[in-house]
Nanobody
């Protein structure tokens, strides 16, 4: 079992920055994707960005050039650096992990989310 705990959300003015963290407890298998999703009120949850075990990253078009995903393996923590924030970035941000061994199916976990509000 893996537990994911997000932190770092808050209220920020347009143009500001925040860094979200996702601390994972438990062992993460060698084959994985970790990512960030967000859900704004009245909207469906959407992908923000992913990081694979191979080191590849991908981002939603709406955040390219502004957001960046990284991972500290020693701390078992995933980060989302968010710059040039816009009001439309306001949402509940969730951390996600999908992982497997070479012989297992994927197991998937979600955190409970951290609120990001961009407003003047």
């Amino acid at each position: 079992q893996v537990q994911l705990v997000e932190s770092g959300g808050g209220l920020v003015q347009p143009g500001g920055s925040l860094r979200l963290s996702c601390a994972a407890s438990g062992s993460i298998f060698s084959i994985y994707t970790m990512g960030w999703y967000r859900q704004a009120p009245g909207k469906q949850r959407e992908l923000v960005g992913l990081l694979t075990s191979g080191g590849d990253t991908s981002y939603a078009d709406s955040v390219v050039g502004r957001f960046s995903i990284s991972r500290d393996n020693a701390k078992n923590t995933l980060y989302l650096q968010m710059n040039s924030l816009k009001p439309e970035d306001t949402a509940l941000y969730y951390c996600n992990l999908r992982h497997r061994t070479a012989r297992s199916p994927y197991y998937e976990y979600w955190g409970e989310g951290t609120q990001v509000t961009v407003s003047s």
